[in-house]
C-alpha cells in the first residue's frame, strides 16, 4: 500500500542513534581485555533493558524496541571487530596501544597520567585518549626520557615521557 493512504499517526517514527565514536575506514578496533569487558557488559545491559520494556503503550514500546535494536545493532558491528591487543606482549619499553604513559607537560610540576585505549574506551576524564588521537599517534614508538611536541593553531605543547607501564 502507498504511503499516502496511511494515516499520519500510523506511521513508524525512525529511532535516531547516536554514533559510537569514530573508527576512520580502514582501521583496525583495537580494544584492551577491559574496553572488550565493557563492550560486552554494554551488550547484555541493552539486551537486559530490550527483555524487560514496559508495556504501557504498544506504539511507545515498539519505537523503544526499535531504538534499542538499532543501538544493539552498532554495538555488535564493534564487538565482531573489536581486536584484542595483549598487552604483555607490547614492548615494555616504547609506548604502544595500552601503555599507561606519565607525561610531564610543559612547564608544569605535577606529570599527568594516559593511558592508550581503542575508541569506545577513550574517555579523557578517566585518562584514557584514543589510540587515533593527535597525541597517542605522537606517544607511538617513544621511550622514557623522549619529548614530543604537539602543534596547536596558537603555540606548541611539549611533553616529556616519564615513565611507561602496560
Known amino acids: 500500500m502507498s504511503r499516502g493512504f496511511v494515516k499520519e499517526d ?17 582501521v583496525t578496533n583495537y580494544v584492551t581485555q577491559v574496553g572488550m569487558d565493557e563492550l560486552l557488559k554494554e551488550k547484555q545491559l541493552l539486551i537486559n533493558k ?12 515498539r ?5 534499542i535494536n538499532a543501538k544493539l545493532q552498532l554495538l555488535n558491528n564493534r564487538i565482531s571487530t573489536a581486536k584484542i591487543v595483549n598487552l604483555s606482549k607490547q614492548p615494555q619499553n616504547e609506548i ?8 610531564k607537560i610543559g612547564n608544569e610540576t605535577k606529570p599527568q597520567h594516559y593511558q ?6 577513550a574517555d579523557i576524564s578517566k585518562g584514557k585518549i584514543s589510540f587515533i588521537s593527535p597525541i597517542a599517534r605522537l606517544l607511538t614508538d617513544k621511550k622514557v626520557g623522549e619529548r614530543v611536541v604537539l602543534k596547536l593553531a596558537k603555540e606548541d ?7 611507561i607501564t602496560y
Do not use: K, M
Open 96 to 103: 604502544r596501544f595500552g601503555a599507561l604513559v606519565t607525561l
Open 10 to 26: 500510523d506511521q513508524e517514527e525512525i529511532p535516531i542513534v547516536p554514533p559510537r565514536a569514530d573508527l576512520p575506514e580502514g
Open 116 to 121: 592508550i585505549v581503542g575508541v569506545d574506551e
Open 157 to 163: 605543547r611539549f611533553f616529556e615521557i616519564v615513565e
Open 50 to 61: 530490550r527483555d524487560h520494556l514496559e508495556n504501557t503503550n504498544e506504539n511507545d514500546r
Open 63 to 67: 519505537i523503544a524496541l526499535n531504538h
